[in-house]
């Protein structure tokens, strides 16, 4: 569905995406994470086209995401996190103008989802609250047999309820398993309901592309005691945070700590956020 080699591209102001490479097959769902300023939308830019890569490939559908734009664009369903309407317009008329730049619009697939998703389309959309402003994005990325989906932070500012019913909607989309979900966010909980994959990028650099088993096999936290933090275990150690009471650390491979008392540490599974605060440290 999408591949990226290789990809850079340098601001005046300093900032740069810095050879990224990775690729999202058909039928998952990949979690594009990142602290906020790392490059998350300025990737999707350069996917969308939006702006333009200094160099590296992007392929959406094994096709050249620049010769083939419009192809590409006509099978792509996107998400944004703010609206991007016109506010002033009713669900109903703002469709009406979008509905057109699509081949495979179907109205009944649209009809299905404003029902389902309880959105009158004769309100106005400056009426609607975000969560049911996301909905009707939703609803519009999901009426014309997009093949890809593609969410740029979807679930920021929502409240859990809607975040919750948002993640549901998108768990059930990719039952069809000729769809695949690219979803952008810093909020990595919600990643861990419903990714395959996850594809993690700091200060524009990849740190990592893996499953989100092998992501929770390779990373440890690591906890114990203040005494046992010595200089040889702390080069061992991803990032850490330490208090008056004891430490807690992140690791990639815990045969790293062999020979440590086994009876004053702890080793537990992390959280995606855990992964990201601590690798944060280190790129």
Known sequence: MLEIKNLNKRFKEGFEIRDLSFKLDKGYIMGFIGPNGS???TTIKLMMNLLTKDSGNINLFGLDHIKHEKEIKDRIGFVYDESHFYED???????SIIEPFYSKWDNATFNNYMKRFDLNPDLRIKKLSKGM????????????KA?????DEPTSGLDPIFRREILDILYNIIQDEDVSIFFSTHITTDLEKIADYITYINNGSLVFSLSKDEVMEKYHIIKGDPDILDQNLRN?????RETKVGFEGLIDDTNLIKGLPNERIIIEKPSLEDVMYYTKKVN
């Not at 061992?236 to 850490?240: D, H, T």
Request: proline content about 0%; charged content about 20%; glycine content about 6%.
């Open 39 to 41: 490059g998350k939308t």
């Open 89 to 95: 317009m009713t669900m109903r008329q703002m469709k």
């Open 133 to 144: 402003k996301m909905k009707y994005s939703l609803a519009l990325a999901l009426s014309h």
């Open 147 to 151: 093949e890809l989906i593609i969410m």
């Open 236 to 240: 061992k150690l991803l990032g850490v």
